[in-house]
Structure formats: C-alpha cells, structure tokens
C-alpha cells in the first residue's frame, strides 16, 4: 500500500531581504558606523570611571545590541523548499448480501461470455478479437461466426474447429454458470497475476470493505471469509448500496478518489432509488459500478412484499395482502398456505395461477384471540426453482383489547378540522373527543353541536384533574393564543413531560403557532425558524393531484410504522410522492434533537441531508416522558382525491394508534421506560430509553441505569442473556439510552434496574419481541443495470460490465500528486530577536546603574 503522503525538505538558506534595497542598505550601514563611533567614544569616557574589565563588558554588551538591531533591519529570513506528494484512497465494496449468493443458472451466452473473459477463464492477445466478435454476436442475439473466412477453406476442417470451439466454450459456459455472483466478485478482485486490489493498491490508497445492511472493513487476507461466510452483523438480507459507498472506516484526511461498487445492484433499504441518487449526488465522489449477475429474471417462486396491520384490535377485521414472484411458472397452478405458528391446524390455503411477473393473494387474519400471533406464508417449492430458501416469509400480528382516546382541538371548523373528526368518529377503535373553540350558535338548540371549552382545573399542578391525563393522543390545530391560555398550556407540557403522552402540533394559517409568545410552545415545538410556503407559479397550475408543493418521506420517516401506506418501502415511497400538492404550509429547521420524517420535496433533485433538515414538514422529537409531532400542512384532507379514505384514514388512524402504543410502555411516577420498537427484526437493534422525571434525578443525581433482558422461554431463575448500559443522551438529559445488539428471535422481559436510587418496590419491565427478518432482498434476483448506470452517471463515474474491470486502474492513474512549495520564516520580527535586543539593553543598564554611571 502507498503512503498516504510524504514530505521531502530541501535547499535550506538564509537570504536578507533588505540587501535588494541599496539606499536602505546604505543607510543601514551609516547608522550603524555612526553608532559604533559613539559607543566607543562612550567607552573612552567611562574607562576613566571604572575598571577595564567593566567597560569592555559594557562596550561588548553594546555593539551586540548594535549588531543585533543592524543584521534584524537586514530582515533576514530563513528559507527551503518542500517537496509534497499526496496520494488518493481508492474504495473497492463488495456487495455480500444474500442476492450476491445466487448463482444464475438462467444467464444467457452473452452474460456467461463476459464473466469467463472477465475471470480469464478464457483469452489472450492471439483471440481476444475473435472472442470480441463473438461477444457482439451473443449481445445481439445471433450466432458467432465460429471460425474466420481467413482461417481455412477446407469445409471438414472447419466444420471440427467449430464443434470444438463450440464445445469448448459450452464447458466454459457450464462452469462459470456454476459460481454465485459474490464469488465472482471476489475472483474479480484478488485473484490471478493482474489482480484488480494488486493493481489499484500499487497506484493509490486502497480500501477494501463488505456491505449489505451494514459495512465491515475488509483487507486482502480476510476478503475471502467475509465473502463466503459473511458475519451475522452485516445483515445480508438487506442490500444498501449507500453504505457500499461510504468508507466503513470512517473520514480520513486523505480525499477518496473513487468507490468500485461490486454489485447485482438490488437496492431493497429504507432509501428508493430517487431518494439514493439524491444521496449519491451530493457527495461529489465518483461511483464506478461494476455489475455482477443476470440480468434476466430467473426461474423462481419467491414471497414478496407483505402488508398488514402489525398490531390489531380484538375481532377485528385484518387481512394479509401478499406478492408472490412467480417468474418462469406462467401458467402452473401453484399453492399457497398461511399458517398460523401456534395453531398450525388453522392453516389457510388458496390455488393460484402462475404469471411471469407476480401475482398477489389475500387471507383473512384471524383476530379472535389475544396476544402476539405468529404466521408463516408458504408457497409450495417447484422443481427448477434457481433458489428455493425464498419460498416462506414469517410475521406477526399482536391482537390487543384496548381502545385509543383522542382528544382533537382547533379554533374554527377548518376543512382539515372537518375531515380529520369525521374520520376518526368512524373509527371504532378510537374514541375521538372535537372541541371547537369558535362556532356559529344561533340558540335553537341548548349547546353547540361540538363542545366549545375546556374544564380546565384552577391550578395546573393539580394533575388529577387535568382534562387531557387519559388521552393517548392530542391534536392541536389552529387556535388563538386567547383560546389557549398559558394555564392550558402548562397542563399539556405535563400531559407529554410526565404523562408520556403524544402532542400531535398542526400548523395554521390564522394563529398556531406563529401567534403565539410561549416558552413552552416554543420548547415543545421539533422546529424552529418557520416560514410559509406557498404554492406559486407553475404549482398552481395543472390537476388536482399535481398542484401544490409536495413531501417526501426521509430515511428516518420511511422506518417508521405510522407512515406506511404499503409493505413495501418503494411502493410506500412512490404512493406519497404521487399524493396530491399543498397549496400552503409552515416549513421549519430540525431542532437539534428531532428527526425529520417528511420534508418538502425538492424539485431539482438534489435533497440531501441538510435540505431535509432545512425544510422539515412532519418532525418529532421526544419531551420528558412523551414526544411530540410537527406536522407542517393543514390540507391532508386533500389526500382524499378519488380515493376516499385509503390514505387520509389510515394516516391519521396509524398516528392515533402509535400514540397509544408509545403511551403503554411501562414505568411509574420516576420513569417510564421501555424499548423504541417493542417489535424488531432479527439483525436490527434494540433502542432502550428511560425518560426520567426531573424531580426523581434531582433527588439521586449519581443514578445509573441498565436493561437487562430476560428470555421469556428460559427457565425460572434463568440470569439475564443481555445487559446494557443506559447513559444520558448530550441533547437531552432526561432520557438515559442503550443500545443491545445481536438479539436472537424470540420474546424478552427487559426490566429496568438502577443503583445509586430508590425505583420503588415494583419492579418496570417492558416487552420486546425479536421476530425472524421479513426482507424483499430475494423477492426479485435480476440485477439492476439500470440503477448502476444512474449511480455511475449521477456521480461522474463510469458504469462498468465484468469483463472491462482491467479498464479501471487506468481511472486512477493520477490520484497520486505531485507539487514544490517555497516556505519560509522571516526571522527580523520574530519574537527571539526582540528578547535578545532588550537582554541585552537591560544587562547593560543593570551593570551601568550597579556601578554608578549615568
């Protein structure tokens, strides 16, 4: 490996700037003969006055300062040259998720023929041009002319050399169609003489790393274990080609030249490929893909996206809608069987009729009892299926007896006001209490058709009594500061400080919240530095679903449960990029501690991290014991567009059951506490947070915290199978947080323990289940050329097929630079030259004074 960069010192001399300058140089020298006239003309004086010895000393001390003063009006200065050569990293990303482990049987001639060209299975300078016809051949779909016009005309002769070229590439074919896609990528990397980490190593820094759901550094001995047996962490279910890009070791102070992106190109992460483009083209670091596996969808039966409700009410209605990937079986009856885990005698089947694509199935979830119920979707295995470990997908479904209260509040009967009442008093599972502050009363009747006040208690410490202590949630729209005064206000900063309840903030044209002068608004609120936005120009131009401005989910957002619109992550992202415009809104800055869910959708296609932060629409940010959620728009309502209640309904339903299942987690009058997700995947990890009230930390300021977790399954008396530390977070001080790793599938107690405190008596454990990971990574195995080519062309890279690998090192032929440097160091003014001349000065003053001289 190269040196990162070296520094060569050369030709040091001193030069005296003032030499250039005649007249000056003159005057220097009169000035100084002048001066050591005088000082001698003094010397002859004072000898008379004191011993010789002493004006000597008195003379030397005196022309030195001379001296001294005369070389530093020279303005002498020190100078060399420095030669500098720096070099550029290099990063090679191997994709090792479970895609990359597929071997393509079904590739064509023309895919075969370049991965045995590639691995010089096959070639040399002698039939690289008759294996370069034949390549085009194959990619046109036609038959290679086997053997040249030129070669022979004897018609046996020829007629043997192209059955034996034609066997002998058939042999080839054979076995490269045997190798998965990882493995080629390795080979590619660092086998044979001309080996690719070998050659980009000798011109530059280079970095090797595996990716999938997570990155791991690699080096040229551990690349072949990681490739074949990739550590359990990577999270080969998932294929995140953003992280593949970004160095796993982190910054350096060394530029990254490039990345070479070993992959089939499957992207199946939180980011869609609008979103990952946007990515990738902010970071200004050239991407050069090099796509490995088939492009043609292989012969294979495999469970795609699921969707359904993850937690449902007691007898409930709740369906599973399923995609199967059915390439290559158009036409076969195929089956399909749901089966519940703990009661495999209630198993659901259904015959379907194969197409080349997909085809999808629903079944009807059986909500009749309480608790966590596990599932297996299974489709029947069929021989020449390329794989057949993608033909069952497992979930689960929690089925809950509770009921969700919501408490909505606005000043007017806006339309976003209207809307949302009427859908959540639709809701059977949610009990919705409107107050409406302003509304027509014409006396008819003996009250207004909403209620019109709160009965607020005289003092907001009497929590008791607080009209909000038993709601989940709470949904403020646009009320005036007079119809909301600070007494209310206070009781809603405890209901979410202490009540750990949700605060669900809506922006308003008339009054919220830029009417309002309140710390605690201003304290509660996940953003800051709000202006309107308006639709304006062409926006307000076109059809309904078009006009307005939009949002767009973040990487944060499209995790979360309570924006899904589908199963599937870039369904779900193109079904809010399709949602109708915003005529008007409040955008705001991300505070510190928030996270931004939705942001306004850049047009031009840049994104990036900061423009989401800067243009935040939905933003949350935990307070105290609860959270609280901006949302930017008050036209959700307009999500209605032809298609009724599919996405308004379900947006706000989702939001009021979120509230709720955060507002269970467990704790007492000190804390409440519990994990960020009470159910993840295998292979994700755990969040813990306590979130303290301020009172108890005041009184044990020295508490520490951990989570330990214990295996429901285990023995009694079994000892906790994880621990984990809880420290408090830089941002916010009340919420102690850890982080547990590596959890295997199955249920765990976690129980809260402290020391240095007194929790109480009962001890507060909360439950989390780590399910067996639902991925797409297997649902579609052709590789993705079209992606890479966008990646390439985004980042001003070059986009790269297996066998033109050897065209790469020649790509960064000159990230080494050189460059010379003149340095210098003016030593006139520098700060030694000062402290001699007054040492100087000052001994020759204390010796002249000592001895009695003037």
Same mark, same amino acid.
């Given at each position: 490996?190269?040196?990162?960069?070296?520094?060569?010192?050369?030709?040091?001399?001193?030069?005296?700037?003032?030499?250039?300058?005649?007249?000056?140089?003159?005057?220097?020298?009169?000035?100084?003969?002048?001066?050591?006239?005088?000082?001698?003309?003094?010397?002859?004086?004072?000898?008379?006055?004191?011993?010789?010895?002493?004006?000597?000393?008195?003379?030397?001390?005196?022309?030195?300062?001379?001296?001294?003063v005369f070389v530093a009006l020279l303005e002498p200065v020190l100078t060399w040259t420095v030669d500098r050569t720096q070099t550029g990293r290099v990063l090679i990303a191997v994709d090792v998720?479970?895609?990359?482990?597929?071997?393509?049987?079904?590739?064509?001639?023309?895919?075969?023929?370049?991965?045995?060209?590639?691995?010089?299975?096959?070639?040399?300078?002698?039939?690289?041009?008759?294996?370069?016809?034949?390549?085009?051949?194959?990619?046109?779909?036609?038959?290679?002319?086997?053997?040249?016009?030129?070669?022979?005309?004897?018609?046996?002769?020829?007629?043997?050399?192209?059955?034996?070229?034609?066997?002998?590439?058939?042999?080839?074919?054979?076995?490269?169609?045997?190798?998965?896609?990882?493995?080629?990528?390795?080979?590619?990397?660092?086998?044979?003489?001309?080996?690719?980490?070998?050659?980009?190593?000798? #011109? =530059?820094?280079?970095? +090797?790393?595996?990716?999938?759901? *997570?990155? /791991?550094?690699? $080096?040229? !001995?551990? %690349?072949?274990?990681?490739?074949?047996?990739?550590?359990?962490?990577?999270?080969?279910?998932?294929?995140?080609?953003?992280?593949?890009?970004?160095?796993?070791?982190?910054?350096?102070?060394?530029? #990254? =030249?490039?990345?070479? +992106?070993?992959?089939?190109?499957? *992207?199946? /992460?939180?980011? $869609?490929? !609008?979103? %990952?483009?946007?990515?990738?083209?902010?970071?200004?670091?050239?991407?050069?893909?090099?796509?490995?596996?088939?492009?043609?969808?292989?012969?294979?039966?495999?469970?795609?996206?699921?969707?359904?409700?993850?937690?449902?009410?007691?007898?409930?209605?709740?369906?599973?809608? /399923?995609?199967?990937?059915?390439?290559?079986?158009?036409?076969?009856?195929?089956?399909?069987?749901?089966?519940?885990?703990?009661?495999?005698?209630?198993?659901?089947?259904?015959?379907?009729?194969?197409?080349?694509?997909?085809?999808?199935?629903?079944?009807?979830?059986?909500?009749?009892?309480?608790?966590?119920?596990?599932?297996?979707?299974?489709?029947?295995?069929?021989?020449?299926?390329?794989?057949?470990?993608?033909?069952?997908?497992?979930?689960?479904?929690?089925?809950?007896?509770?009921?969700?209260?919501?408490?909505?509040?606005?000043?007017?009967?806006?339309?976003?006001?209207?809307?949302?009442?009427?859908?959540?008093?639709?809701?059977?599972?949610?009990?919705?209490?409107?107050?409406?502050?302003?509304?027509?009363?014409?006396?008819?009747?003996?009250?207004?058709?909403?209620?019109?006040?709160?009965?607020?208690?005289?003092?907001?410490?009497?929590?008791?009594?607080?009209?909000?202590?038993?709601?989940?949630?709470?949904?403020?729209?646009?009320?005036?500061?007079?119809?909301?005064?600070?007494?209310?206000?206070?009781?809603?900063?405890?209901?979410?400080?202490?009540?750990?309840?949700?605060?669900?903030?809506?922006?308003?044209?008339?009054?919220?919240?830029?009417?309002?002068?309140?710390?605690?608004?201003?304290?509660?609120?996940?953003?800051?530095?709000?202006?309107?936005?308006?639709?304006?120009?062409?926006?307000?131009?076109?059809?309904?679903?078009?006009?307005?401005?939009?949002?767009?989910?973040?990487?944060?957002?499209?995790?979360?449960?309570?924006?899904?619109?589908?199963?599937?992550?870039?369904?779900?992202?193109?079904?809010?990029?399709?949602?109708?415009?915003?005529?008007?809104?409040?955008?705001?800055?991300?505070?510190?501690?928030?996270?931004?869910?939705?942001?306004?959708?850049?047009?031009?296609?840049?994104?990036?991290?900061?423009?989401?932060?800067?243009?935040?629409?939905?933003?949350?940010?935990?307070?105290?014991?609860?959270?609280?959620?901006?949302?930017?728009?008050?036209?959700?309502?307009?999500?209605?567009?032809?298609?009724?209640?599919?996405?308004?309904?379900?947006?706000?339903?989702?939001?009021?059951?979120?509230?709720?299942?955060?507002?269970?987690?467990?704790?007492?009058?000190h804390v409440r506490f519990g994990p960020d997700r009470s159910e993840i995947e295998v292979g994700e990890d755990a969040i813990l947070r306590a979130r303290w009230n301020q009172r108890f930390l005041?009184?044990?300021?020295?508490?520490?915290?951990?989570?330990?977790?214990?295996?429901?399954?285990?023995?009694?008396?079994?000892?906790?199978?994880?621990?984990?530390?809880?420290?408090?977070?830089?941002?916010?001080?009340?919420?102690?947080?850890?982080?547990?790793?590596?959890?295997?599938?199955?249920?765990?107690?976690?129980?809260?323990?402290?020391?240095?405190?007194?929790?109480?008596?009962?001890?507060?454990?909360?439950?989390?289940?780590?399910?067996?990971?639902?991925?797409?990574?297997?649902?579609?195995?052709?590789?993705?050329?079209?992606?890479?080519?966008?990646?390439?062309?985004?980042?001003?890279?070059?986009?790269?097929?297996?066998?033109?690998?050897?065209?790469?090192?020649?790509?960064?032929?000159?990230?080494?630079?050189?460059?010379?440097?003149?340095?210098?160091?003016?030593?006139?003014?520098?700060?030694?030259?000062?402290?001699?001349?007054?040492?100087?000065?000052?001994?020759?003053?204390?010796?002249?004074?000592?001895?009695?001289?003037?």
């Amino acid at each position: 490996m190269r040196d990162q960069s070296t520094n060569h010192f050369r030709m040091r001399r001193f030069t005296f700037n003032a030499i250039g300058d005649p007249a000056w140089l003159a005057t220097l020298v009169l000035l100084a003969g002048a001066a050591t006239v005088c000082i001698v003309l003094l010397y002859r004086y004072e000898r008379r006055l004191v011993r010789r010895r002493l004006g000597l000393t008195l003379l030397a001390l005196r022309l030195v300062a001379v001296g001294v003063v005369f070389v530093a009006l020279l303005e002498p200065v020190l100078t060399w040259t420095v030669d500098r050569t720096q070099t550029g990293r290099v990063l090679i990303a191997v994709d090792v998720s479970d895609s990359m482990a597929t071997v393509d049987k079904q590739a064509d001639k023309s895919e075969r023929l370049r991965w045995i060209r590639a691995l010089k299975m096959i070639g040399n300078d002698a039939v690289d041009a008759q294996l370069d016809r034949w390549q085009e051949a194959f990619d046109n779909d036609r038959e290679p002319e086997w053997v040249g016009p030129d070669e022979t005309k004897d018609p046996i002769e020829r007629a043997e050399r192209e059955a034996a070229r034609r066997q002998q590439l058939d042999e080839l074919m054979d076995a490269v169609g045997q190798i998965s896609r990882k493995e080629i990528a390795r080979r590619l990397i660092d086998s044979g003489p001309s080996a690719l980490w070998d050659r980009i190593d000798d #011109l =530059a820094i280079g970095e +090797l790393q595996v990716f999938a759901g *997570e990155a /791991a550094v690699a $080096d040229a !001995e551990s %690349l072949p274990e990681l490739v074949a047996h990739p550590a359990r962490s990577l999270q080969t279910d998932v294929s995140d080609l953003l992280l593949g890009v970004t160095p796993a070791g982190g910054a350096a102070e060394t530029p #990254l =030249a490039g990345v070479v +992106l070993f992959t089939d190109g499957r *992207e199946n /992460a939180a980011l $869609d490929g !609008e979103q %990952l483009l946007a990515r990738l083209r902010g970071q200004s670091v050239p991407v050069y893909p090099v796509l490995v596996g088939s492009q043609r969808r292989p012969r294979d039966l495999a469970v795609g996206e699921l969707e359904y409700p993850e937690m449902v009410y007691q007898d409930d209605t709740a369906v599973l809608h /399923a995609q199967l990937r059915t390439p290559g079986f158009d036409g076969q009856k195929l089956t399909v069987t749901l089966e519940p885990a703990d009661h495999p005698e209630q198993s659901q089947s259904q015959t379907i009729t194969a197409t080349d694509r997909s085809v999808e199935v629903e079944f009807e979830l059986d909500a009749t009892l309480l608790g966590r119920q596990p599932y297996m979707l299974r489709i029947d295995p069929q021989p020449g299926e390329t794989r057949d470990d993608n033909n069952e997908k497992p979930f689960t479904v929690n089925v809950v007896d509770d009921e969700t209260r919501v408490l909505v509040l606005d000043g007017a009967a806006r339309w976003e006001f209207r809307f949302l009442d009427n859908a959540l008093a639709r809701d059977e599972r949610v009990q919705v209490d409107p107050v409406l502050f302003r509304q027509p009363y014409l006396g008819v009747l003996p009250e207004t058709f909403f209620p019109r006040t709160l009965a607020l208690p005289e003092e907001a410490a009497q929590t008791r009594e607080s009209p909000f202590a038993e709601y989940d949630a709470i949904i403020i729209g646009d009320i005036a500061p007079s119809q909301l005064p600070g007494k209310t206000w206070d009781l809603l900063d405890r209901f979410v400080q202490e009540g750990g309840g949700t605060l669900v903030l809506t922006a308003g044209k008339d009054h919220f919240p830029r009417a309002y002068n309140s710390p605690i608004v201003e304290r509660l609120l996940p953003v800051d530095r709000l202006h309107v936005i308006e639709a304006s120009g062409p926006q307000q131009a076109g059809p309904p679903s078009t006009r307005g401005f939009h949002l767009t989910l973040t990487p944060d957002g499209a995790r979360q449960d309570f924006l899904q619109f589908d199963a599937d992550g870039q369904a779900n992202a193109r079904i809010w990029g399709s949602l109708p415009g915003h005529p008007w809104g409040l955008v705001g800055q991300a505070k510190p501690a928030a996270t931004v869910f939705a942001s306004l959708r850049d047009e031009t296609g840049q994104g990036g991290l900061d423009f989401e932060r800067n243009n935040a629409l939905i933003a949350h940010q935990h307070a105290g014991a609860g959270q609280v959620l901006w949302i930017g728009v008050d036209s959700t309502w307009r999500w209605r567009l032809r298609v009724g209640d599919r996405y308004h309904h379900r947006f706000w339903g989702q939001i009021t059951r979120w509230a709720a299942k955060f507002k269970a987690s467990a704790g007492n009058e000190h804390v409440r506490f519990g994990p960020d997700r009470s159910e993840i995947e295998v292979g994700e990890d755990a969040i813990l947070r306590a979130r303290w009230n301020q009172r108890f930390l005041n009184e044990f300021p020295d508490l520490k915290a951990r989570a330990e977790f214990f295996d429901v399954d285990a023995p009694e008396g079994a000892g906790p199978v994880a621990t984990v530390a809880l420290e408090p977070t830089d941002t916010r001080p009340l919420i102690h947080e850890g982080k547990a790793t590596s959890l295997d599938a199955g249920e765990y107690r976690v129980e809260l323990t402290v020391s240095n405190a007194d929790l109480g008596d009962e001890p507060v454990t909360a439950e989390l289940i780590v399910a067996e990971r639902g991925t797409s990574e297997l649902a579609e195995l052709a590789a993705d050329r079209n992606l890479l080519e966008q990646i390439a062309e985004v980042t001003g890279g070059r986009f790269f097929y297996p066998d033109e690998i050897d065209e790469i090192p020649e790509l960064f032929a000159s990230v080494t630079q050189h460059e010379s440097s003149r340095e210098e160091i003016p030593l006139w003014d520098h700060w030694l030259v000062l402290a001699l001349s007054f040492g100087l000065l000052t001994t020759e003053w204390v010796l002249r004074k000592l001895n009695g001289l003037p």
